[in-house]
C-alpha cells in the first residue's frame, strides 16, 4: 500500500513547525538556554518539555513490544484520532465508516471535520457486517473504525472478522484497543508488519488508572507515524504527564494486579446480575465494563441517582434499547451496586 495516497495533498507539502526543543534537544547542566523565550527562573516546570516525548516512548516501546518511531502520543486518545481524521481526511470529500453502537467520539470528530459519515450497524452479536461495510466503502471511503473491546457493548471483535477487514478495506483501518488490556484477545500491535493500513489506538486511561492526565497512543508504521509527527501541536504532551506516565511505568506489578482484580469482580459482577429480577440479559464482556438490559433503563438509571450511584443509560444507543452500563469499581462499590439493584422495585 502506498500511504502517500491515502494523505491529503497539502499535507503532504505542508512543512511542519519545528520548536526550540526540535532544533536543540543536548540538555546539559552547562548550557544556558536563551532560545525559547521561556522565563529564566527555575520552577521546575518553566522549561518547555520535551516536543517528541523520547523518554517515555522508549519506556512505552518496551511494554508494547515495538519500536519508539512506531509511537504517537496525544493528548488523550482524541487527540490522536482527530489528528487522524485531519492527516487523511478531505473535508467535503472523504468519508469514513462507523459501527454503531460505538464510541461516540469518532462522529463527533467527523462533525467537526466536515467528514460524511457511513454506519454499518452491527449484528445482533455486536459484530460488524463485513459484507455491508465492504458494499458501501469506495474509493472515499478513507478510514473504517472498529472498537474492539467496543464501547459500549464491551464485546471484542472476531479476530477473523478483523482480519478480514484489514485485508480487503481499501483505505485504513483503525483498531480503538482502548480497553484491550482486560481483554483476553491479544492487542493487534503484534501483527502491524503484515498490515500497513492498520493504526491501533490505546490509552493509559483505563488499565493504568491514569484518566487525569490524558495520555493517548498510536501505535502504527513508522511512515504513518511520520505523517502523524507532522501535524500534531510541538509541545501537545505537557512535562507533568510525561513524568506522571514514567512514574506508574515503573510499577507494572500494580498495574497488573488491579487489572486482575478487575477481571475478577467482572465475573462476580456478571455472575451476581442473574439474580437481580429486572434484569432482562447480561451481555459478555471483555472490558472494565458491562451492558446490561433491564426492564426499564430510564426507570432504573434514576433509582440508581436517588441512592448515589452514577452508572450510564446507554438506552438511546442503537441497538441499547434499556441498556445500563455498569463500571466495574472497587470490590466495596461493586458490592454497594449490587446491594442497591436487589433493593430495587
Sequence with gaps: MNINSLVRPNIIQLKPYASARDEFKDFKKSMTFLDANENPFETGLNRYPDPQQSALKIRLSSIKDCNANQLLLGNGSDEVLDLIFRAFCEPGKDKVILLPPTYGMYEVLANLNNIETIKIPLNTDFQPNVS??????????????????????????????????????????????????????????????????????????????????????????????????RIKPPYNINQLTQQSALNKLENLELVTNQIELIKNERIRVLSALQNIDFVRRRYSSDANFILVQVDDANKRYQQLIDKEIVVRNRTKEQGCNNCLRFTIGTPEENTKLLTVLKSLT
Excluded at 464485546?155 to 482502548?178: C, M, P
Excluded at 489506538?201 to 490524558?214: M, Y
Design 132 to 229: 455491508d461495510i465492504l458494499k458501501a466503502s469506495n474509493s472515499n471511503c478513507k478510514i473504517l473504525f472498529l472498537c474492539s473491546p467496543n464501547n459500549p457493548t464491551a464485546n471484542s471483535f472476531g479476530a477473523e472478522v478483523i482480519e478480514e477487514l484489514l485485508l480487503k478495506f481499501k483505505g485504513i483501518v483503525v483498531i480503538d484497543e482502548a480497553y484491550i488490556d482486560f481483554s483476553e484477545q491479544e492487542s493487534w500491535s503484534s501483527r502491524l508488519t503484515e498490515f500497513p493500513n492498520l493504526i491501533i489506538i490505546q490509552t493509559l486511561s483505563k488499565a493504568f488508572g491514569l484518566a487525569g492526565i490524558r495520555l493517548g497512543i498510536a501505535i502504527a508504521s513508522p511512515e504513518f507515524i511520520s505523517i502523524l509527527n
